[in-house]
Structures are given as C-alpha cells and as structure tokens.
C-alpha cells in the first residue's frame, strides 16, 4: 500500500515536498516513481528511481526543478518541486513496480506499475 501527501495550493514560484509512504513489503524491492494528471489529460510520468543510489529520470518539463529522492529506512520516496508553474497543477500518484535489480533502466509507463497512491493534490495559482 502506498499513501501520499504533501499536496496543496501555492503560488507560482514556490515549492512543494511530496511524500510517499509504502507499507505491506512494498519498497526496498521495488522501483519507485512518480507520475501526474491533471483534468483531461493522460497521466504522465514526472520522476523515477530504483536503488536509493541510483540515478534519477525525469521527464523533460519537470528537469532541473523536481528531484526525487528515496528513504529505504523509513519506506518513503519524495519529490521535491521547486519553482512550481500553473502547469505543474495536477494530482500527483506515487507508484511502485517490482525489480530484481537496483541497475537498469527506469520504467515511464503508467502501465508498468502494479502499485499506486491515492493521488494528492497540487493546484499552483498565477
């Protein structure tokens, strides 16, 4: 089970830390993402990582302004978004999907992901 947090109304400009906390034995084998969807769109993937060390993927609009980050210790994947844009409004899901490895690449289909948050959500005003 993974429970999300952190969402809620800022300006633009500003920043907000999304946390993730998973239980049931999801985490320490599972590679962890973060994905978003705002009203009519697809969800799309924003960040992913696998191994606490490993280097992160990002998609192209969030690049140099999120950060995803991963607590084997107490279970928790975060991100970090900095300079938040009206566009950057959305629910933002949590994800999880096994792996046997910390080393590959890094899964950006929603499809590929067998666990899922409850979504929270983040509304940046002009």
């Known amino acids: 089970q993974l429970q999300a947090s952190g969402g809620g109304l800022v300006q633009t400009g500003d920043s907000l830390r999304l946390s993730c906390v998973a239980s049931?034995?999801?985490?320490?084998?599972?590679?962890m993402a973060w994905f978003r969807q705002a009203p009519g769109k697809e969800r799309e993937f924003i960040a992913g990582?696998?191994?606490?060390?490993?280097?992160?993927v990002y998609a192209n609009s969030v690049q140099g302004r999120f950060s995803i980050s991963r607590d084997n210790i107490k279970n928790t994947v975060f991100l970090q978004m900095d300079t938040l844009k009206p566009e950057d409004s959305a629910v933002y899901y949590c994800?999880?999907?096994?792996?046997?490895?910390?080393?590959?690449?890094?899964?950006?289909?929603?499809?590929?992901?067998?666990?899922w948050g409850q979504g929270t959500k983040v509304t940046v005003s002009s």
């Open positions: 994800a999880g999907r096994r792996i046997t490895s910390i080393f590959g690449p890094i899964t950006t289909s929603a499809a590929s992901y067998m666990y």
């Open positions: 049931g034995g999801i985490f320490s084998s599972h590679a």
């Open positions: 990582i696998r191994g606490s060390r490993s280097t992160p």
